[in-house]
């Protein structure tokens, strides 16, 4: 599969850190960013590389030529074969991909050379090949989701919406972010009503065209059901403004980066929800009655800075029971999603069990009056997260204020902590979830 990875910003933002080199090239531990994503690729196999540069690009095409020479800095073969378009005039984002079309003509990947990452993109290929649509975005949460456009879509990944930043968004909403990581079929280029030749020359506004990917190209596809979403707990940052770059330096000396790939067991702190998150109201079924405990969008915060993933898993009898609806409970998930995202927490990612065995409820949903896998004490939700992301249950945290929370963790292997003062053999006993943040994830 060709990679297409777009190098051809001025990196404005960012120029007091080094201003008379392309943005790509600024260095994080020695080497330069674009060499990380080039070796990330390459070790999965991933070689056949297109490279859009425009701006300083003479120094991205020196360094690297080919790809078939050795690396300055480490001595070692690039081990990719490169080609590269140069834009004499500004194109937009997108603009290069219609220069360069006839050179694809199949699906590609199309990264941007000033993010900084380490995916396992077979992983990624593989779900966009699964669900067969023209476009997947590579989607995670972010600690502004406030500020970030967002992606909506169904549980089947499918995108519905697509909210930028200026659009209008409603007052609870999940945390999906688009990363800037794409596959894509060169059919897409097709739907667009664009000339090539027109492309970087004035037009009849007096401005030179340009193509934005985002907004001609991917948000005008939401809803048709030909692109969808890959979420993943990965690193994926963008380093282009100087308080970001030094972040991502810090993350690379701490093995954080790389220790996100999911190729990698992932460590996770498993959440319950009532009582652990949010206040104890009994069964919750009205999204007023959802307030966040005093602390927990700072443990939560901590939770996502210390490497470890913070996933949900909570018992909801109420769907089971018909006091609440699918839509009504994701709707009181998203009101959780946008407490925490307010105050720069998130979430990797929210299960829940819909079932109850007990019958005789007036109301009730036959076809979920079921002895399931998933609702605690059982640790079917802990189990398919571990699926999910690679989790090492052994070195994982269940958290929790009542004994199926504790029992559930202990089927699945992992360590415990209690939120009370009960006893149900757990490994630890804390009064909140920060505390036991403070005492647990130094």
Not at 129 to 139: A, C, K, N, W
Not at 179 to 190: C, R, Y
Not at 273 to 300: C, H, Q, S
Not at 347 to 368: F, Q, S, T, W
Request: glycine share 10%; hydrophobic share 35%; charged share 25%.
């Amino acid at each position: 599969m060709k990679v297409v990875i777009m190098a051809g910003g001025k990196g404005t933002r960012i120029s007091s850190v080094a201003s008379d080199i392309p943005k790509p090239m600024i260095k994080i531990e020695g080497k330069p960013v674009l060499e990380h994503e080039l070796e990330c690729l390459r070790d999965q196999g991933f070689t056949d590389i297109i490279i859009t540069v425009s701006h300083l690009g003479n120094i991205i095409m020196d360094y690297f030529g080919d790809g078939s020479g050795t690396s300055p800095v480490t001595g070692k073969p690039f081990g990719v074969h490169i080609e590269y378009y140069f834009e004499k005039e500004p194109l937009g984002n997108a603009g290069a991909l219609f220069k360069i079309k006839d050179n694809l003509t199949s699906d590609f990947l199309l990264l941007n050379a000033d993010a900084v990452f380490d995916v396992d993109f077979n992983r990624f290929v593989g779900f966009h090949q699964e669900h067969g649509g023209m476009v997947t975005l590579f989607t995670h949460p972010n600690s502004h989701p406030y500020d970030s456009g967002l992606i909506v879509a169904d549980k089947n990944g499918e995108v519905k919406k697509w909210l930028a930043k200026e659009d209008e968004r409603p007052q609870y909403y999940r945390n999906r972010v688009n990363a800037g990581l794409h596959v894509i079929s060169p059919k897409v280029l097709e739907l667009v009503d664009i000339d090539a030749d027109s492309i970087g020359k004035i037009g009849a506004n007096g401005k030179p065209v340009k193509v934005d990917l985002d907004r001609q190209l991917l948000k005008p596809l939401a809803g048709t059901g030909k692109m969808f979403c890959y979420d993943s707990p990965e690193y994926v940052k963008d380093m282009g403004t100087p308080e970001r770059y030094y972040s991502v330096c810090a993350d690379y000396k701490e093995g954080r980066v790389s220790g996100k790939n999911l190729k990698n067991k992932q460590k996770a702190v498993f959440l319950d929800r009532d009582g652990t998150i949010n206040k104890y109201v009994g069964f919750l079924r009205n999204i007023d009655d959802f307030e966040l405990i005093d602390g927990v969008a700072e443990a939560v915060r901590k939770i996502n800075e210390s490497g470890y993933l913070a996933v949900v898993v909570t018992n909801q009898p109420v769907i089971a029971r018909g006091e609440v609806s699918f839509e009504e409970l994701e709707e009181i998930h998203n009101k959780m999603e946008t407490l925490l995202g307010k105050e720069g927490a998130y979430l990797d990612a929210i299960y829940y069990c819909p079932h109850h065995p007990h019958k005789g409820y007036e109301g009730e949903r036959p076809e979920l009056k079921i002895d399931c896998t998933c609702r605690k004490p059982k640790p079917g939700m802990l189990l398919k997260a571990a699926e999910d992301f690679n989790i090492d249950l052994s070195q994982s945290w269940m958290v929790g204020d009542g004994e199926n929370d504790i029992k559930a963790g202990y089927n699945a292997g992992c360590r415990t902590a209690l939120i009370g003062r009960e006893s149900y053999g757990q490994t630890v006993t804390i009064p909140t979830l920060k505390e036991f943040v403070e005492q647990c994830l130094k």
